[in-house]
């Protein structure tokens, strides 16, 4: 069995003891409750203080904790809201196009899959809450560069790769990519990243209009785009669900 790292449940157990209480503490209030040497508190307060976890008061000396925390919660209370928003108007769209169902969001270089509806049929499935997708690829992950500065930036930033022969890799034409997908609200994945595979997706956007999300149909590239086009009114279908969720985050109408 993996061994616990002290040094990480030292940091844990002083961001739990400085969310507990109603005021600032000391350096000798802290080593005391944890029972640490106060060199030993002080390196992990001053490493926790650098990295925004925890903050000094000028005036006292004393400790609190930061901004970077404050920052932290609300990204996962955003997923959490979500999630939560998308529920219903997700089942439907997966009940109406017959196809599975993802709802993603930037993390980590990457599109991870936060919330997935199964197809409404028989066939065997797995679930994809936690994968991660590629940026430049698929459609979740087009829509999110379109739409999201920081997305747009690492995904010109990084290693294009090709996965097919349909992969768009090019700084260039990728752009110009991202162009269409702004001017028509939507983006469309046929067998970039998987054979066989096709998507379309459209962007959520929260109570600020900031782009929080993506909401996608995947399916078989001959169900979601028979002859190399794209079905219409899963088109449709996807952009309508966007829109509800946005509306449910307090975006409004787009």
Not at 60 to 80: F, I, M, P
Request: aromatic share 4%; with cysteine; charged share 25%.
């Amino acid at each position: 069995m993996a061994k616990n790292i002290q040094s990480l449940e030292r940091a844990a157990a002083m961001l739990r003891l400085l969310a507990g209480g109603e005021r600032r503490l000391g350096l000798s209030d802290i080593s005391s409750a944890l029972g640490l040497a106060k060199g030993t508190a002080h390196g992990i307060l001053r490493t926790l203080q650098l990295e925004g976890f925890v903050e000094q008061d000028a005036a006292s000396g004393r400790y609190q904790l930061g901004a970077e925390l404050l920052r932290l919660g609300n990204s996962y209370l955003d997923v959490h809201e979500l999630r939560a928003r998308a529920l219903v108007w997700t089942d439907d769209l997966a009940r109406s196009s017959g196809e599975s169902v993802h709802l993603g969001v930037l993390h980590q270089h990457g599109v991870l899959i936060v919330h997935h509806v199964f197809r409404p049929d028989d066939s065997r499935q797995v679930l994809e809450v936690g994968a991660m997708q590629p940026l430049h690829s698929t459609a979740l992950g087009k829509v999110l560069s379109a739409y999201d500065p920081v997305a747009h930036s690492e995904v010109m930033e990084a290693e294009r790769r090709s996965f097919t022969g349909r992969t768009v890799t090019a700084a260039g034409d990728f752009e110009a990519l991202l162009d269409l997908v702004r001017a028509q609200g939507w983006a469309a994945d046929a067998e970039e990243t998987w054979e066989g595979v096709a998507a379309v997706a459209a962007p959520v956007h929260d109570r600020r209009r900031m782009p929080v999300g993506a909401v996608a149909v995947t399916g078989a590239v001959e169900r979601v785009a028979p002859g190399g086009a794209l079905r219409p009114e899963l088109i449709a279908a996807v952009r309508d669900c966007a829109r509800a969720v946005s509306r449910d985050l307090g975006a409004g109408r787009f």
